[in-house]
């Protein structure tokens, strides 16, 4: 059986790696159109800073990306975040340490006291009646009040899906805090009645020693397969026994096809086979972000803490900063300081296509404005996504399950990838294990 995977980021990764334990006995090709492979996991070492063109980690209160590293043999490669990077600010009008307790929300800026009330009396909100998608910005105005949303909620959006609170769906993208309401009336009454059934951490944010790369080669080195590195899939169609892959000027026949590229990239190479399909997978939302990276030598700023997040009507150009060295001290080499700069997203798409120098320069005004840091750095780095990051609206799980249902329809064909049910590395590496799975059991019953 020849089984090729379109796409080796995290989740073409993963895919592979267990579609390999399940299928030993398969012919496995992996096409990617980068020269390197990783897809947005990819680590950049400028002048010895190592930067992240994208995510920076996974935590570990889901268990997919550690037992991916287990199973793997790469615990030896595990890094844990520093327990002082723990702290977090929000910037509003000014920096606010974020509070992650009952007594700090008492004591925070962020809300007056009525609004803290306001919040307080989430306990008496009535449960939603009907199951029908809302915003998260429509959840939080509902049960915790405006301030908070706009507030917390929003700068949390930002952060994880580079959106805005009234773009994007509570159920989808928030599929917990959607079921605490549903399953136990109330966001504080599951949280208490959870808390009782397991006490367990929060997680903790992991990486890899050097980067992000590192786990990238050492799953390449676990996985046998034949691989395609630069060389973009033009089309898939359908033959007799299979399907067809068009490469340049090259064809290549499979029994199997799973498709772990971003929906806006699978779109154009099932045009072909299934127009509707393509149609679908290109209607989904996506964020446009930019990254820039930089590096001190020296720098007075100690950088205690995680990083910061802003709100829509906070006067920074950016979405927020993560403190790299702070978090994860191989970052920068020794005794020297790097951070990365997130901009654009839902509030300012129109960013991510603005030329280098104009993002270093917002970058570098936005710092001292927030930090105080006006030292120039000794080194920087610039990466634009124009479609960084998956959009999760409302009406997109509906969305998902045409999609899914329509490529059900062409045995042997699968979709897998942050584009559908989840966008954090741990919801990528089950999704990719699950498909694997699926894709075993076919090719078992061919």
């Known amino acids: 059986m020849r089984v090729a995977i379109i796409g080796a980021g995290i989740s073409g990764l993963s895919t592979a790696f267990y579609f390999n334990r ?33 995510g920076n980690g996974f935590l570990s209160n889901k ?49 007056t006291a009525p609004q803290k009330l306001r919040v307080a009396g989430e306990v008496f909100t009535p449960a939603k009646k009907d199951d029908s998608d809302e915003t998260l910005q429509s959840f939080g105005y509902r049960r915790l009040g405006k301030a908070f949303t706009d507030v917390f909620l929003d700068a949390m959006t930002a952060g994880i899906y580079g959106t805005t609170a009234d773009r994007v769906s509570v159920q ?37 020693k050097g980067g992000m790369n ?10 046998k397969a034949q691989w395609h590195t630069g060389h ?26 799973i498709m772990a590229v971003p929906a806006y990239a699978a779109a154009p190479m099932l045009s072909d086979l299934d127009p509707e399909l393509s149609r679908q997978l290109d209607a ?21 803490g995680f990083g910061l997040l802003t709100t829509a009507k906070a006067p920074l150009p950016f979405l927020g900063v993560l403190w790299d060295s702070s978090i994860f001290p191989d970052r920068a080499p020794k005794g020297m300081k790097s951070i990365r700069v997130m901009l654009g ?9 603005q030329d280098p120098e104009t993002l270093i320069q917002e970058s570098r005004e936005g710092l001292v404005k927030a930090l105080g840091i006006d030292k120039a750095p000794d080194a920087t780095i610039v990466k634009r996504w124009p479609k960084g990051l998956p959009g999760y609206p409302v009406g997109h799980i509906a ?48």
């Open 22 to 54: 399940s299928r030993s006995d398969a012919e496995l090709h992996i096409f990617e159109a980068n020269n390197h492979l990783g897809g947005t996991m990819h680590t950049v070492n400028k002048e010895g800073f190592l930067f992240e063109e994208g």
């Open 399 to 446: 969305a998902v399950d045409r999609i899914m249902e329509r490529a059900g329809q062409h045995r042997g064909l699968h979709l897998t990838g942050n584009a559908f049910r989840g966008i954090a590395m741990n919801d990528c590496v089950r999704n990719g294990r699950l498909t694997a799975e699926t894709a075993a059991l076919v090719g078992r019953a061919t």
């Open 214 to 223: 590192t786990i990238v080669d050492h799953l390449k080195s676990r996985i």
């Open 284 to 304: 989904l939302d996506y964020s446009p972000i930019a990254v820039v990276g930089f590096g001190w030598k020296e720098l007075d700023h100690p950088l205690d």
């Open 232 to 257: 973009p899939v033009d089309k898939v169609t359908a033959t007799e026994t299979g399907y067809q892959l068009a490469v340049g000027d090259q064809t290549h026949d499979f029994d199997q096809v």
């Open 345 to 353: 997203g839902q509030r300012a798409p129109h960013k991510v296509y």
């Open 172 to 208: 989808a993208a928030f599929p917990l805090v959607a079921s605490l309401e549903k399953e136990h009336g109330g966001l504080f009454k599951g949280m208490i009645k959870r808390r009782k059934q397991s006490a367990g951490p929060g997680g903790v944010l992991m990486s890899f």
């Open 63 to 111: 268990p997919d990306m550690l037992k991916l590293v287990e199973d793997c043999e790469g615990s030896h490669l595990l890094m844990r975040s520093e327990d002082a990077a723990r702290k977090r600010f929000i910037y509003t009008d000014a920096m606010h340490p974020f509070p992650d307790s009952p007594g700090k929300f008492l004591k925070s800026g962020l809300l």
